[in-house]
């Protein structure tokens, strides 16, 4: 059974860049049906979705975020990644990350809470 | 883009059926059937209840199904259960290669 653990920093400051992991464990990382994601949720708010990446390496960003966000892969370590650059107070939030396919999202990571804060 | 709008809740009581509406626009959920459903129970993770309108994945209850007519999406819940009680929420794949959510609903059962 394919779960997903996040991993990171619960603090982060503002301005600075907030990183994330997930490890992937029943799955490999590189199957070609699997598209692979990060959804947000911020204090009493609802979903926000952060971007999705594919195997083969192509991205798809939340327009709003884009400027700031970077996804990537580690194939060696069965894990992807979230970068978010100058990050602000608005950036706290419970970030999950996902694996689905480009329209939906069968598979969630209890999530990790990432706190903007000086 | 505008969060597609969901109502702020609903609520009902054991045995009974609710519907909770998604409505977007001719360019989200009105332009193709890539609508999806999600359950949050309080501090859970969400949940995929039903993908492209109306698909089950393996394991949801058959008590859940999902419609669509023009530019709003529909989730029905009959036989309302204690266990129901969430936050729902539906999302709409764009013609971008991007995902929408709703704002979310939360249930009560009474």
């Known amino acids: 059974q394919l779960h997903l653990q996040e991993s990171g920093p619960g603090l982060v400051k503002p301005s600075e860049t907030l990183s994330l992991t997930c490890t992937v464990f029943g799955g490999s990382i590189s199957s070609r049906n699997y598209y692979w994601g990060w959804i947000r949720q911020s204090p009493g708010k609802g979903l926000e979705w952060i971007g999705t990446?594919?195997?083969?390496?192509?991205?798809y960003y939340n327009p709003s975020l884009k400027s700031r966000v970077t996804i990537f892969v580690d194939m060696s370590k069965n894990q992807f990644s979230l970068k978010v650059s100058s990050v602000t107070a608005t950036d706290t939030a419970v970030y999950y990350c996902?694996?689905?396919?480009?329209?939906?999202?069968?598979?969630w990571g209890k999530g990790t809470t990432v706190t903007v804060s000086s | 883009q505008s969060a597609l709008t969901q109502p702020p809740s609903v609520s009902g009581s054991p045995g009974q059926s609710v519907t909770i509406s998604c409505t977007g626009t001719?360019?989200?959920?009105?332009?193709?059937?890539?609508v999806s459903w999600y359950q949050q129970p309080p501090g859970a993770a969400p949940k995929l209840m039903l993908s492209e309108v109306s698909n089950r994945p393996s394991g949801v209850p058959d008590r859940f199904s999902g419609s669509k007519s023009g530019n709003t999406a529909s989730l029905t819940i009959s036989g309302l259960q204690a266990e129901d009680e969430a936050d729902y929420y539906c999302?709409?794949?764009?013609?971008?290669?991007?995902?929408?959510f709703g704002g979310g609903t939360r249930l009560t059962v009474l």
């Open positions: 001719t360019s989200d959920v009105g332009s193709h059937n890539r």
């Open positions: 996902t694996k689905g396919d480009y329209h939906y999202m069968d598979v």
């Open positions: 999302s709409s794949y764009i013609s971008t290669s991007t995902l929408l």
């Open positions: 990446i594919y195997y083969s390496g192509s991205t």
